[in-house]
């Protein structure tokens, strides 16, 4: 029975991590470490199946609602924060990129599930157009099933564009399941739909600061 990969992303969440959100780390994002943790034990969609390691094939799901994505606008922004600077506000669900003059780019996206969120501020340290991915030695102990390397591309649960957020496992990253967006479903990391994250990787440079208020 066919499927996109990218229905495990939304029915397995983002981004459990091995270490502490702020622990020091030699975390490589394009290295073996280039994963996300898409396992969850009780997954918030009720998944039960199991996925076929072939590319971009496994079970089917259940049917899920789709929501239009949220619309990228400028709007009204206060706050001592430069130019450049992304504010993610997890309560709303959004991200600004500050653009000055008392205005930012708003966003809609996902953020961490109930005992997932976190908060702080750091810095975007690697981009990456189309990123691969390798799930975690953890993740294959409890998945022995998946795939050990999906290169990047349309079918990859990161989507079209990731931005490594240093000193954690967390990116800011595409999702091919925009009923996501505006839902608090992922183990940390911050997921956009694909339009979105593309247009904001054209704007943000490595070295911008990331703020992550709950």
């Known amino acids: 029975m066919k499927t ?7 029915l397995l969440g983002i981004c459990v991590l091995s270490a502490p959100a702020f622990a ?6 394009f290295g073996q470490n280039d994963a996300e943790d898409y396992y969850a034990e009780q997954s918030p969609y009720g998944y039960q199946g199991t996925y076929n390691p072939s590319y971009g094939q ?3 799901a259940a049917p899920q609602a789709q929501v239009q994505p949220i619309p990228r606008e400028v709007v009204a922004f206060s706050g001592n924060y430069a130019p450049g600077t ?4 997890t309560s709303e669900r959004r991200l600004y990129l500050v653009l000055g003059n008392g205005e930012a780019l708003r966003y809609g996206v996902g953020v961490g599930r109930p005992g997932f969120t976190w908060s702080g501020v750091k810095t975007i340290t690697a981009k990456k157009e189309w990123p691969s991915w390798v799930p975690p030695k953890a993740m294959l102990a409890r998945r022995p099933d998946l795939p050990r390397y999906m290169a990047g591309g349309i079918e990859n649960p990161l989507g079209a564009r990731a931005m490594y957020i240093g000193g954690t496992e967390y990116r800011i990253h595409g999702s091919n399941e925009p009923d996501t967006i505006g839902q608090a479903v992922s183990s940390g990391c911050i997921r956009m ?20 208020l709950n």
């Open 4 to 10: 996109s990969v990218t229905a495990l992303a939304a």
């Open 24 to 29: 020091a780390s030699s975390y490589d994002p």
């Open 58 to 60: 496994g079970v089917q």
């Open 86 to 89: 992304m504010v993610v506000s």
């Open 193 to 212: 739909t694909n339009d979105d994250v593309s247009d904001l990787y054209e704007r943000v440079k490595v070295g911008a600061k990331v703020v992550v």
